[in-house]
């Protein structure tokens, strides 16, 4: 119940007030208390009527400050804190601290002198501010990895090609496939991506939806930079795959399959060519790109050349968001 003040207009401000409101009178004794300020802050109103305001609600290193604010406002008529919204943590009972929203006014409108405090819960409010500025903080450096990616890329696409036009067509493709690793991303609010559904992504990208290529594996989460490291290097392999390996011809096929164990993840790329096949005298822009992306993801690689073709094994740690 709200504290029966004696006066009948301010008890009505008490029961119908939608915040807490805390009656104080000048010697800084509570003199009324309603009841969204019990369920706040855990006393009731025979708990603290006839209380002094400094011995519960008030955090003990503001005390001070209350008592001389208050012989300052008695004693000059200026109050610093007055007639404005001010954020504060206040006590409740059980010792914890809430911060709240507080504004307060001098009134003699109810005849004695009176403070009258309207005081509201921000809790909520402050946990998502802390949320808020955390995301921000996580994506300024998510932002500010993936443009380091996108600046190598671009310098080793550079390096690598002849012509503007090579530049563009291998550039837009590789900054293509990270794009759709990274929209993954947006769709889980920047937590974690499938590592099932960032092959599915990248491989759909390079090459459609090619029968050829067979896929098996147990699902797991990957963070932002593994996501990255590995979109890249799924990127060069399916390229490599179309431009000289087992997908350049009609009768190759790939094995794609991995195992995680919730530490770990083993990949292995299998292509099996109709003909004969020899491998690279000298590592291309592309294997040095999937070198790369391998060191990227803190991981170890593997590439044995069968007579039928490539098979690639990597292994990274998971470090899932």
């Avoid at 008592?67 to 919204?85: I, R, S």
Wanted: proline residues 3%; aromatic residues 6%; hydrophobic residues 40%.
């Amino acid at each position: 119940m709200a504290s029966a003040t004696g006066n009948r207009a301010l008890d009505a401000v008490l029961a119908t007030a939608l915040d807490a409101v805390i009656v104080m009178d000048e010697d800084g004794i509570v003199t009324g208390w309603n009841d969204i300020a019990c369920r706040i802050f855990g006393w009731s109103a025979d708990d603290v009527i006839g209380m002094r305001m400094s011995d519960f609600i008030i955090p003990e290193r503001h005390r001070d400050a209350h008592e001389k604010g208050l012989a300052h406002y008695l004693a000059t008529g200026e109050g610093p804190v007055l007639d404005q919204h001010i954020e504060i943590d206040a006590m409740h009972r059980a010792g914890h601290e809430v911060p709240i929203e507080l504004s307060i006014t001098h009134t003699k409108e109810f005849g004695t002198p009176i403070f009258l405090g309207f005081l509201r819960d921000i809790t909520e409010r402050r946990l998502a501010d802390e949320r808020q500025k955390l995301l921000i903080g996580e994506l300024n450096h998510r932002i500010k990895n993936l443009l380091s990616v996108i600046s190598a890329v671009a310098s080793q696409t550079a390096r690598s090609s002849q012509t503007i036009e090579q530049f563009s067509h291998a550039f837009l493709g590789r900054i293509e496939s990270l794009g759709r690793a990274h929209s993954l991303f947006t769709d889980s609010n920047w937590q974690h991506a499938s590592l099932e559904e960032t092959v599915s992504t990248v491989l759909t990208s390079v090459i459609g939806e090619d029968k050829r290529v067979a896929i098996k594996g147990n699902d797991v989460l990957l963070d932002t930079m593994s996501t990255s490291a590995l979109a890249m290097v799924l990127h060069e392999l399916a390229t490599n795959a179309l431009k000289y390996g087992a997908l350049s011809g009609s009768d190759g096929r790939v094995d794609l399959g991995w195992l995680a164990d919730g530490a770990k993840v083993v990949l292995r790329w299998r292509e099996h060519c109709s003909m004969p096949v020899t491998p690279p005298e000298k590592k291309g822009f592309g294997t040095q790109m999937i070198d790369a992306s391998v060191r990227q993801l803190g991981g170890t690689a593997e590439a044995d050349w069968h007579p039928d073709g490539l098979e690639f094994r990597v292994q990274f740690p998971v470090n899932g968001d």
